[in-house]
């Protein structure tokens, strides 16, 4: 990445990041009442994701399964109709409202609003040995949003992960300012037209 993409990039990101949690403060608001009324638990949702470089991080997003969702401690995918998944959780989910909090990581400068999604580092680990160039998916910022995500179904296996590495990888070789403005309006037509979701 060139020093004044780099630049151009976090610039894009602070602006659009601040706007959005501005304009996203009301529906954030009323999730949180959703998420306490339904069960009275925990709002948030913090899990370590492994980031640019392979530096961890703690990805901040609404709580939309049962507290219990890994209580036997095994790091699980979720899977379409996974019943782990709160009421209020499955409506959130669909709208990926859960996503916003999000928007926080990308202000800090964890996350980038366009690019590869963190994952854990169980699966990180995992997917690396089993699948030629994954961790160079590493060499930028993850995003909230990314060219797999609006190019590919929801998928929760190795398999799945094989067919949107191609995807992250053409990201990190081509990715511009107007590849992200791409994205973004691709992930918002997903959201109104519900498309992946789980």
């Not at 339904?38 to 399964?65: H, L």
């Amino acid at each position: 990445q060139g020093m004044m993409r780099t630049f151009v990039k976090r610039c894009f990101d602070l602006f659009v990041s601040f706007v959005l949690l501005v304009l996203a403060l009301p529906v954030m608001l009323v999730a949180v009442m959703a998420i306490l009324l339904e069960d009275g638990g925990p709002i948030y949702y913090r899990q370590v994701r492994v980031g640019q470089n392979g530096r961890q991080f703690n990805v901040i997003k609404f709580r939309s399964m049962r507290t219990d969702a890994e209580k036997d401690g095994q790091p699980k995918w979720a899977v379409a109709n996974d019943d782990r998944v709160t009421r209020v959780g499955r409506i959130i989910r669909k709208l990926r409202i859960d996503e916003l909090p999000q928007l926080f990581n990308v202000f800090m400068g964890d996350m980038s609003l366009v690019g590869p999604r963190p994952e854990r580092p169980f699966f990180v680990d995992q997917l690396t040995s089993e699948i030629p160039f994954y961790a160079v998916r590493h060499c930028v910022k993850p995003g909230v949003t990314g060219w797999a995500q609006v190019r590919y179904q929801y998928g929760a296996s190795v398999d799945d992960a094989v067919q949107k590495l191609q995807y992250d990888l053409y990201y990190v070789k081509n990715h511009t300012l107007l590849l992200d403005l791409v994205v973004l309006a691709e992930t918002v037509r997903v959201v109104l037209t519900g498309e992946g979701a789980q």
